[in-house]
Structures are given as C-alpha cells and as structure tokens.
C-alpha cells in the first residue's frame, strides 16, 4: 500500500496535475535530466530536495524509512513545491516517488 492508498486514492497514480503531469520543453528536446535519489531519514532533509528540484533535476524520494506521519509531511510539503515549479509527481511503487520539475519529459 502506497501513501497515496492513504487518502482513498487508486495505486496507479501517475501525476497530481492530472494531463500536465508529462512536460515536453523544445529547449530541452533530446537531453536527458541528471536525476538524483533521496532517502530522507527526517523532515529536515526537505530543504535539500527542493533545491535539487529548484536546479532542474528530476528527484527520486523513497520514503520507506520515515513513520506515517513523516511521510505525508514530506509528500505534501515536496508536492506544493513542486506545484510552484510547474512540475509533476509520478508514483513509482510503494512510498517511491520521483518529482520532476517544468519541462523534463518522462517517457515510459
């Protein structure tokens, strides 16, 4: 059971923007987004992921080590930056996410 499972949501939730969840930028056609992977221990560790997400890398956040509660902090407070970044959030599997900012295409 995944976070989103949490809230009465379906398991295969790609993007809490709905069709805006995969973004095609022309400028960035055929280049690949440096991807970097998280496994926050505490809610302080927030601030180093969103200034990953602030420089254009995509950002993969196993949540697995945190409590419920910390977990859901994290996800909402990563979910409303990457709101203002105009990007998207996919969920991967069970508490992995990958947050993707504004015009990094996710192809699968």
């Given at each position: 059971?995944?976070?989103?499972?949490l809230?009465g949501?379906?398991?295969?939730?790609?993007s809490?923007r709905?069709?805006?969840?995969i973004?095609?930028d022309?400028?960035?056609?055929?280049?690949?987004?440096?991807i970097?992977?998280?496994?926050?221990?505490s809610y302080?560790e927030v601030?180093?992921?969103?200034?990953?997400?602030?420089?254009?890398?995509?950002?993969?956040?196993h949540?697995y080590?945190?409590?419920?509660?910390?977990?859901?902090?994290v996800?909402?407070?990563?979910s409303?930056?990457?709101?203002?970044?105009?990007?998207?959030v996919?969920?991967?599997?069970?508490?992995?996410f990958?947050?993707?900012?504004?015009?990094?295409e996710?192809?699968?």
């Amino acid at each position: 059971m995944g976070l989103f499972d949490l809230f009465g949501r379906e398991s295969d939730v790609k993007s809490q923007r709905g069709t805006r969840g995969i973004f095609n930028d022309p400028t960035t056609e055929g280049k690949e987004a440096p991807i970097a992977v998280f496994k926050p221990e505490s809610y302080k560790e927030v601030e180093t992921i969103i200034d990953t997400l602030r420089e254009g890398k995509n950002a993969i956040v196993h949540l697995y080590a945190l409590k419920t509660e910390t977990a859901i902090r994290v996800l909402d407070i990563l979910s409303g930056a990457i709101y203002a970044l105009n990007g998207g959030v996919y969920e991967m599997g069970k508490n992995i996410f990958m947050f993707s900012p504004s015009g990094i295409e996710i192809k699968r």
